[in-house]
């Protein structure tokens, strides 16, 4: 509303107030004039006194809504003591006012108390009158809000003067807050509420602070839609619990009522008051505790003991461990508390056959967990029972329990820095000699669990039995069992973090891979566990060498087995040796792999050296890489070959944008000319790769236009003029790498290639592999044109090709649709969920226009992606039920195996949706799944039968919730 300039203060107030927005660029406007000088604050609340002291309570709630705005756009320290002493009057006299005017009164207490400047004694006389006045709980859910908040900004600010109110203030906020229902204002509270409990002496109030907050517990909360995004039962439960243990006083109330409820049926109220106990136990401390342990174990106890439902055992033993922490501050209480556990459980220990033997055993270990003197007190009982059984038990079966207990124990004692025997009672154990006496045994399991628990005792055994260990270790190694194989790596590289020197002196001599004569499985093994430890520093050096050495002969199973090791380590990631750095500074493994004759080399010691090359130059510095381009690209492009370009698109992939590659144009044809004309298929689609790469980083100039026409001429030739269908699909798989080069590099002329692409689909002779082709240019998997490769990827891509594939659905007809399909659902597998949510409406008919075609790629491909999309339960396909069941049904009876089970996967999905929606189908689906049921193939008759059973219990009492 325009007002003219001549118009009064008052004039204009009083047309801004007919609108909120007008109100608040006023405000701003004023608020702006007073912070300027160029008005005062007092002549703006004279000019407000016709509303201020209108008899209408809705005019005098317009004024102070005007005051307590334009006090909001103000800087917090703009007024002085004075003016702040005059506001704090006024507002102090307006909360007697009707309860209309409140909201705008409590909006200016809220921006005042906010002020730097306030008077000391501000705080308690607006908080007298508000207590007095405001009825806290009858106001609507913001004006309570804001109450809160004047609370919350006086407690972080104001401290002092709150404290002189005495127990004024302490009730005048339990007042304020008891019944509170509302969520949002219940977290802003829980958020405070904790510190006012802290800063306050609650004294004669305590039971009464307690009994308003403890209302709440355990939280029962459902959200509605308005609410679900900002709380959550969780999150009330989470920040309601430091409330409830804010203050050592409470303990009497709060075990009582923690006690309560893990004594109730509720499994909620169970987990919530685990965690509550968990988390208040160290402010209640050992003395408030102690009363109570004598209720609070048995119903504990009875979580964990046996303890079926496993998040609540997990709960009860975290807080056990958690109880006797605190308890510990008493030695008495704390024994106490230890031997009646060890008293419940010790019956169920005796036996490692008993149903009951791993619950009590994992009770012991939480009680262990608690610090050195628990698990002291614990090992005293269990170490003699355990190892009393180990010698009487003959049954393997039975000694793996047990060793798998006693690596348990072990791996507490480790966290707690002590061994078992240190314990003065238990001096007479030796575990490492018994460990080691138990590797002389056949079964895999036993000594799977014993070379685990002897790397536990790293730091304790003595020299002979570390001996005697790797001793042990490269008999398991030549033997060569694959269940046994990373144990013994794990178990070696634990001893070798510690004692390397030995490792080197002992293992590496028994583990020798110079021995011509080594059979070459047993070599491969022992290859495996030095490379194992090749990424410890001090060992790395020693081994990495002869590593190289067998990498680089010419036996060719041994080559193959080292090359495997090294693209291993080279593809890890190591914080304390570089091993890429290490080998090619001082192995000079490039220069090896590159000069090495390729020539009738296998395709996959190929692949291996050109994996090992693209891992040591991405880590490589620009300078480095510069170097291996201008000494070994020149050589590999001129004499390129099928066995060389894999070598060298190991190089090339990796290299940063900045690396300048001499006659790259040349390059690039003869790169085109293998990419098209070699008989090898893997030469075809590395070169189609490498082009894919160079393009993508080469900078989008005159000569990068020169190169995309040469290809795409290339392309445009062979696809248009040649018959040769071979040649046609090698054309196909490189324009779809040349695409993908650009549309993910987000080059200016990517769109005429994408669409080009996407025409290649009405190729009635191609198209079907133009189709397949999208997957690669979308597919997650994809490691060449990546930014790990330095390559330039765009934000996005894949949603751009996706929207223009969907917005090209018109411009096929019946002979194409086939193949554009095919491609649509390709692409709908790799993009974002989100992504397929926004555009569901156009794709669920040609999900089913998909499914209704006779090709069972596209069906399988159609199935697998609808599969992903019932997960959603978005409305669209309660919408299409009626077309996607009946069709999902007539698919099972397909002669693939691989579709039949991809449908009956889909109507397992469709189980779960509405049984309102759902049912009608119900008789249908049952007669079809009961000729599934008996399929010849195994893996069918399994979904089959979680199918038909799922759809059988469709409206049962008792049917499981919906989704």
């Not at 406007?29 to 509303?51: C, H, Q, R, T």
């Not at 193959?560 to 091993?579: M, N, Q």
Request: hydrophobic share 40%; glycine share 2%.
């Amino acid at each position: 509303m325009e007002v003219s300039a001549s118009s009064s203060l008052t004039e204009k107030l009083s047309a801004a107030l007919k609108n909120d927005n007008d109100l608040i660029k006023e405000c701003q406007d004023i608020a702006s004039d007073i912070e300027y000088g160029k008005l005062k604050l007092v002549i703006f609340v004279e000019e407000l006194a016709p509303f201020l002291t209108d008899k209408n309570v809705t005019s005098r709630a317009q004024g102070t809504l005007a005051l307590s705005t334009t006090l909001k756009h103000l800087s917090k320290d703009f007024l002085n003591e004075n003016e702040l002493n005059f506001i704090t009057n006024f507002y102090c006299d307006r909360m007697k006012d009707q309860h209309e005017v409140i909201p705008s009164v409590l909006q200016g207490v809220l921006t005042i108390v906010q002020m730097s400047r306030l008077p000391q004694d501000s705080p308690a006389r607006l908080l007298n009158l508000m207590f007095q006045h405001v009825h806290c709980q009858s106001q609507l859910q913001p004006i309570r809000k804001l109450i809160y908040l004047i609370f919350q900004t006086l407690l972080q600010n104001r401290k002092d003067a709150l404290r002189s109110m005495g127990p004024d203030f302490i009730y005048g906020v339990i007042s304020s807050i008891d019944g509170e229902r509302d969520p949002r204002n219940l977290m802003l509270l829980f958020d405070m509420l904790p510190n006012f409990i802290q800063e306050f002496p609650l004294g004669h109030l305590t039971e009464e602070m307690f009994e308003v907050i403890a209302c709440y517990f355990p939280v029962d909360f459902n959200s509605s839609a308005s609410e679900a995004q900002t709380v959550t039962r969780d999150d009330l439960a989470y920040a309601l619990a430091p409330c409830l243990y804010a203050s050592p006083e409470f303990a009497e109330f709060c075990i009582p009522l923690i006690i309560e409820r893990l004594d109730s049926s509720l499994r909620l109220a169970k987990l919530d008051s685990l965690y509550l106990l968990r988390k208040g136990a160290s402010t209640y401390g050992a003395s408030r505790l102690q009363p109570h342990l004598a209720e609070l174990w048995p119903i504990i106890r009875k979580e964990v003991f046996p303890g079926g439902d496993i998040e609540m055992r997990n709960a009860g033993l975290e807080t056990i461990t958690e109880l006797v922490k605190v308890l510990s501050t008493d030695d008495v209480i704390r024994d106490s508390f230890i031997e009646k556990v060890i008293t419940d459980t010790k019956s169920s220990l005796c036996d490692v056959q008993l149903s009951l033997y791993w619950p009590a055993e994992k009770l012991l270990e939480a009680v262990a967990k608690a610090n050195k003197l628990a698990c002291a007190q614990v090992l005293k009982t269990f170490i003699p029972l355990c190892l009393g059984q180990y010698s009487t038990k003959t049954s393997y079966s039975d000694r793996v329990t047990l060793t798998e207990s006693l690596n348990s124990l072990m791996a507490i004692c480790e966290e707690q820095r002590f061994v078992i025997n240190s314990v003065p009672e238990l001096a007479w154990t030796d575990i490492p000699t018994l460990y080691l006496n138990a590797l002389n045994t056949d079964n895999i399991e036993l000594k799977l669990k014993t070379f685990s628990g002897l790397a536990i005792l790293k730091s304790s055994l003595s020299d002979v039995a570390r001996k005697l260990l790797y001793e042990k270790i490269c008999m398991a190694v030549d033997d060569g069992n694959n269940q046994l194989k990373n144990t013994c790596h794990i178990c070696l590289s634990t001893f070798a973090k510690i004692y390397p020197n030995e490792i080197l002196g002992t293992v590496i001599n028994q583990l020798a891979i110079n021995d011509s004569n080594t059979d070459n499985t047993v070599f491969t093994h022992r290859l495996q566990a030095l490379c194992a430890v090749a990424k410890i520093p001090e060992l790395g050096p020693q081994i990495l060498p002869n590593v190289v050495v067998v990498a680089m002969s010419n036996k060719l199973e041994k080559s193959i087995a080292a090359l495997c090791c090294l693209r291993k380590l080279v593809a890890g990631r190591s914080d304390t040796f570089s091993i890429q750095h290490f080998l090619y500074k001082n192995c000079n493994i490039v220069e090896l792999l590159v000069s090495a004759d390729t020539s009738g080399c296998s395709t996959q010691k190929l692949n291996l050296i050109a994996s090992i090359c693209r891992s040591i130059v991405r880590k490589l510095d620009v300078k480095d890489q510069q170097q291996i381009v201008n000494k070994y690209v020149s050589i590999l492009s001129e004499k390129l070959s099928e066995s060389n370009v894999i070598v060298l698109e190991g190089l090339l992939t990796p290299l940063q944008r900045n690396v300048d590659i001499a006659n790259k144009v040349n390059l690039l044809k003869n790169l085109l000319h293998l990419a098209i004309n070699s008989v090898s298929s893997s030469s075809k689609e590395v070169s189609s790769k490498l082009i894919s790469v160079l393009i993508n980083k080469q900078t989008e100039d005159k000569n990068f236009l020169i190169v995309l026409n040469m290809l795409r001429d290339r392309i445009k030739n062979i696809l248009e003029h040649d018959s040769n269908t071979e040649l046609k699909e090698s054309a196909i798989l490189l324009n779809t790498w040349l695409t993908k080069a650009l549309v993910v590099r987000g080059s200016q002329n990517s769109q005429e290639y994408l669409d080009f692409h996407i025409n290649l689909l009405k190729d009635m002779e191609m198209g079907h592999n133009v189709a397949n082709g999208f997957k690669t240019l979308s597919d997650r998997f994809e490691d060449t044109v990546t930014e790990e490769n330095f390559c330039n990827v765009k934000l996005f891509y894949k949603q751009r090709i996706f929207q223009n594939v969907i917005q090209k659905n018109n411009d096929f007809d019946a002979q194409s649709r086939e193949n554009y399909l095919m491609a649509l659902t390709h692409l709908i597998e790799e993009v974002p969920m989100e992504l397929l949510l926004m555009h569901l409406e156009p794709l669920i008919p040609l999900l089913i226009e998909s499914m209704a075609l006779d090709s069972s790629e596209l069906i399988l491909s159609t199935l697998v992606t609808l599969k992903v999309l019932l997960d959603t339960g978005h409305k669209i396909f309660h919408e299409q039920a009626q077309h996607f069941i009946p069709k999902l049904l007539s698919l099972t009876k397909r002669r693939e195996m691989k579709v039949r089970t991809a449908a009956l996967e889909c109507l397992l999905h469709y189980a779960n949706y509405p049984t309102v929606l759902i049912l009608p189908f119900k008789t249908d689906v049952l007669e079809r799944l009961a000729v599934a049921i008996d399929d010849r193939k195994r893996l069918v008759r399994s979904i089959a039968v979680k199918a038909r059973t799922r759809w059988y219990l469709v409206g049962a009492p008792g049917e499981p919730k919906q989704s």
